[in-house]
């Protein structure tokens, strides 16, 4: 793993972050992970929970006192809480990891919203800069306002908690090969989508077992599925225990948003991936060295066919994986991309 100095900054410097909760996914993952770095580089971090109406979030504001920095994660708030928010803060800071400007690949009224629309353009006219997870959600911000600092973060992982798989089952063992995936009801939506691609697979490799660390189930034929119910402590265990991770999700803007944080946990449990070729799978998975790259069900086939058969194949690709994850997505890596950006406004902090 590459070892970073990490940079303190002049003078102790206090945010608040603004989240849904402190233990959703996308805050233990982009904010939470950093908080020892943080802390040893002289930036504190609180948590206010926020409301989802507009008299809520109102209410949550009006506890607020005057403060150095605020840092709002994904939400879309009313222009007038916005307009609010900003006299309070010092610096206000936008974090996001999802195409928040559109609906999500599975809401029945499409993706495209005026009003997420107006509110993510009306938002980015107030702050003074933006953390986002991946290029393709910084050339929005860029395209909306392009002298507005913007700071490409990754979602990153401290690869410490996952232990690597073992890689010693093979397709002809009487103990089968395991396929994972990892996720929620939500994000679950596009394996249901691909049923049909999975079955096959399922009918052509026999053997196989796709184990679902989830809030539900998915249910299948032909491919035998291992529902577990997802936890933090549950979940690094499956992933060692297993042999191939796999993803898909819809090629479209709201796919391309997404920052990839179940391929980074196969990585770094030291498995191969197989996903499809959409937004940042075609960064993170270099096709034929830490896994296959697959749009087609021949190529799924294929793919998984090569590795289920090739536990040494796995284990050379699974261990590159894990290297890519300390080298590029360490939470190292991300808590000085973090300070260095915060490190910007630092006049304008204690000037203020």
């Known amino acids: 793993m590459t070892i970073i100095q990490q940079k303190r900054i002049s003078q102790h410097l206090s945010f608040v972050a603004l989240v849904e909760s402190p233990e959703h996914v996308c805050c233990r993952y982009r904010l939470k992970a950093f908080q020892k770095r943080f802390t040893e580089a002289g930036i504190g971090l609180s948590y206010q929970i926020i409301g989802n109406t507009f008299r809520e979030f109102a209410n949550d504001l009006s506890h607020l006192s005057q403060l150095a920095g605020i840092i709002l994660q994904r939400k879309l708030i009313h222009p007038w809480n916005s307009r609010r928010l900003r006299k309070k803060a010092k610096l206000f800071v936008l974090d996001f990891d999802d195409a928040i400007w559109l609906r999500d690949s599975f809401s029945p009224k499409g993706l495209y919203s005026r009003k997420r629309r107006n509110r993510f353009n009306s938002l980015l006219e107030k702050?003074?800069?933006?953390?986002?997870?991946?290029?393709?959600?910084?050339?929005?911000?860029?395209?909306?306002?392009?002298?507005?600092?913007?700071?490409?973060?990754?979602?990153?992982?401290?690869?410490?908690?996952?232990?690597?798989?073992?890689?010693?089952?093979?397709?002809?063992?009487?103990?089968?090969?395991?396929?994972?995936?990892?996720?929620?009801?939500?994000?679950?939506?596009?394996?249901?989508?691909?049923?049909?691609?999975?079955?096959?697979?399922?009918?052509?490799?026999?053997?196989?077992?796709?184990?679902?660390?989830?809030?539900r189930p998915l249910e299948l034929h032909h491919l035998k599925t291992n529902f577990v119910p997802w936890s933090e402590e549950i979940e690094t265990v499956e992933l060692s225990n297993s042999d191939i991770g796999i993803s898909w999700i819809p090629y479209d803007d709201w796919s391309r948003g997404k920052c990839g944080l179940k391929i980074l946990q196969y990585m770094a449990a030291g498995l191969p991936v197989v996903t499809n070729s959409v937004g940042v799978h075609r960064e993170m998975v270099i096709h034929g060295q830490t896994g296959f790259l697959a749009d087609t069900k021949e190529e799924w086939l294929e793919a998984i066919r090569i590795l289920a058969r090739d536990p040494e194949l796995r284990n050379q690709m699974g261990r590159r994986a894990r290297q890519m994850v300390e080298q590029k997505y360490h939470i190292d890596v991300g808590s000085q991309l973090w300070i260095d950006f915060l490190s910007r406004f630092e006049s304008k902090r204690c000037s203020a």
């Open 127 to 215: 702050v003074d800069g933006v953390v986002v997870g991946n290029s393709f959600l910084a050339e929005e911000v860029s395209r909306n306002r392009p002298a507005l600092a913007c700071q490409i973060i990754p979602t990153c992982l401290d690869t410490d908690k996952y232990k690597l798989a073992s890689h010693e089952r093979t397709f002809s063992d009487s103990e089968a090969v395991r396929l994972v995936w990892v996720g929620s009801s939500s994000t679950i939506q596009g394996l249901e989508q691909q049923k049909e691609l999975l079955q096959e697979v399922g009918k052509k490799l026999p053997g196989l077992v796709l184990t679902t660390i989830c809030d």
